[in-house]
C-alpha cells in the first residue's frame, strides 16, 4: 500500500536524474525507475536494519548477482574512515 499510494514521489530523483542525462523533459516514469527506486530503499533498509524489504510488507524488487555484490560491496564501505585511521594509529607502531 505505502508503494502503491506514493511510488512516484520515491521515484521523482531518478525521473529527474534521467531526464538530466537525456536532455528530454518529456521521458515519463518506467518500470526500470521503479526497480531502481525500490533497490535504493531496500539497501537502505539492509544497512538500517539487517532486513530486505519483504520484511517490511513490501516485494522485495528482483535483483541481478551483480547488483547483489554491489549492495554487499556498499554495506561494506559503510564505515568511518577518521575512526578506523584512529584506531590503526592507535594499535600500530610507528616504524622508524
Not at 524488487?61 to 564505515?79: D, F, H, K, W
Request: with cysteine; aromatic share 6%; charged share 20%.
Amino acid at each position: 500500500m505505502l508503494w502503491a499510494n506514493n511510488k512516484d514521489s520515491m521515484t521523482d530523483d531518478i525521473l529527474h536524474r534521467h531526464r538530466t542525462w537525456l536532455n528530454d523533459l518529456t521521458i515519463t516514469f518506467r518500470d526500470a525507475m521503479y526497480k531502481e527506486a525500490l533497490i535504493a530503499i531496500e539497501d537502505i533498509c539492509i544497512v538500517i536494519a539487517n532486513l530486505p524489504l519483504s520484511h517490511f510488507s513490501m516485494h522485495s524488487p528482483n535483483r541481478s548477482a551483480s547488483t547483489l555484490m554491489n549492495t554487499e560491496t556498499n554495506r561494506g564501505l559503510q564505515y568511518n574512515t577518521v575512526e578506523m585511521a584512529v584506531i590503526i594509529t592507535r594499535n600500530i607502531p610507528p616504524t622508524d
